[in-house]
Each structure stands twice: as structure tokens, then as C-alpha cells.
């Protein structure tokens, strides 16, 4: 069955950074693009980035571009995001979804980013 | 990027039909049928209910269905039950080649 898996959450400085990992199984990684999304604190969903199914285009919100950087080594099944300056704002658990056509099919638990002096 | 626009609650009694509206733009979900709807109970993670406005992925009830009009799209849930309570979110992709989610709503099972 799929799944995904995600760590690295945690506990972060502002201006500082943080590198999110997502652990997939039960399908053919390489074959699917990826989505990072995220929800801050009873907030609802935000769309972050995309990453196609062999890293060749990334797509981005706009409140991140320049910040953070979505990329995957499909040799270890692992989708990650890099997040560097960051801000209160960040603040959020970050979900990783499979895309299947244009929608999100399967989705991780997602891990906790807070950011706060 | 603005968000897609839903009302921030929606209440109904057990049995009865709820509604859910998604109000977008003619860059998103007025261009495509790339509508997709979540279910999200508190505490977990998203789950898909709809995509391409209407279709129902395998083990979804047949009491949830989709629909669009214009920039408008609509998520229906017949014969209410108690565990359809949850949060709801519509996502649409955009002319941007990006994605973009609504604020969400509510659904309260009286």
C-alpha cells in the first residue's frame, strides 16, 4: 500500500533552516511528481511546491520562492524540502502528497516546523 | 495565488443534504476541470473525496458528488451521517502551473 512517511520537523530558530524528508513506499517513486503542503495552526490548506516525477521542473508558491527549495533522489524514494530564512510565518505542518493527474491522491501525517525565538 | 473561496461553516441534520461552494477565478477553476475536494477530521491528515470535479476515487461513498458552474464549483453530501463531520477543502490548479486550496468549511452534523 502507499505511503509516505515524513521527519524532520521540529523546533527552529527565525532566519534559520531546516531540511524536510519524505519516506515513500508501495509505488514506483520515480514514476510521480510530488507536492509539499502545508497547514499552519488552525489554519487551513496551503499549496507550497511541486517537483515532476524526475526533478526536471519545480513549481512554488510565491511566500517561498527564493527560500525554500523542493528536490528528491529517486534512488532512496525520498522527496525532501529545504527551507532556509525562515519565518514565524512558516510556522505549519508540512504534508507530502502524491499527484496523480492534477489532484493529491495520497497524503503523508505530515511533521510540525515551528519557528519561534 | 489567492485563495479559492468557500463559506467558513455549513450545518445539517443527520439524513439531510449539505452543499459545500468553491469560488475561484477564469485562471483556475473556471479554465479547468482539475477541481479536487478533502476531507480532513480534525487531528489528521487530508483525504481525497472528489477529483475532476466529479469522479469519486475507489471507497468514497457515491453520497458525495461534485460539480461546477463557471468559476464556481460545488461539493454535495447526501443522507448526512455523524462521521462526515470533518473540514472540507476544494484545490484547483491554476494557469500558473501551481495549485491553489480553499480556506475550508466546517461541516457540522447537528
Known amino acids: 500500500q502507499v505511503q509516505l512517511v515524513e521527519s524532520g520537523g521540529g523546533v527552529v530558530q527565525p532566519g534559520g533552516s531546516l531540511r524536510l524528508s519524505c519516506a515513500a513506499s508501495g509505488f514506483t517513486f520515480s514514476d510521480y511528481g510530488m507536492h509539499w503542503v502545508r497547514q499552519a495552526p488552525g489554519k487551513g490548506l496551503e499549496w507550497v511546491t511541486f517537483?515532476?516525477?524526475?526533478?526536471?521542473?519545480?513549481y512554488y508558491t510565491d511566500s517561498v520562492k527564493g527560500r525554500i527549495t523542493v528536490s528528491r533522489d529517486n534512488s532512496k524514494n525520498t522527496l525532501y524540502l529545504q527551507m532556509n530564512s525562515l519565518r514565524a510565518e512558516d510556522t505549519a505542518i508540512y504534508y507530502c502528497?502524491?499527484?496523480?493527474?492534477?489532484?493529491?491522491?495520497?497524503w503523508g501525517q505530515g511533521t510540525l516546523v515551528t519557528v519561534s525565538s | 495565488q489567492s485563495a479559492l473561496t468557500q463559506p467558513p461553516s455549513v450545518s445539517g441534520s443527520p439524513g439531510q443534504s449539505v452543499t459545500i461552494s468553491c469560488t475561484g477565478t477564469?485562471?483556475?477553476?473556471?479554465?479547468?476541470?482539475?477541481v479536487s475536494w478533502y476531507q480532513q477530521p480534525p487531528g489528521t491528515a487530508p483525504k481525497l473525496m472528489i477529483y475532476?470535479?466529479?469522479n469519486r476515487p475507489s471507497g468514497v461513498p457515491d453520497r458525495f458528488s461534485g460539480s461546477k458552474s463557471g468559476n464556481t464549483a460545488s461539493l454535495t453530501i447526501s443522507g448526512l451521517q455523524a462521521e462526515d463531520e470533518a473540514d472540507y477543502y476544494c484545490s484547483s490548479y491554476t494557469s500558473s502551473s501551481t495549485w491553489v486550496f480553499g480556506g475550508g468549511t466546517k461541516l457540522t452534523v447537528l
Open positions: 502528497a502524491r499527484r496523480e493527474g492534477f489532484y493529491f491522491d495520497y
Open positions: 477564469s485562471s483556475d477553476v473556471g479554465n479547468y476541470n482539475r
Open positions: 517537483i515532476r516525477y524526475d526533478g526536471s521542473n519545480k
Open positions: 475532476e470535479v466529479s
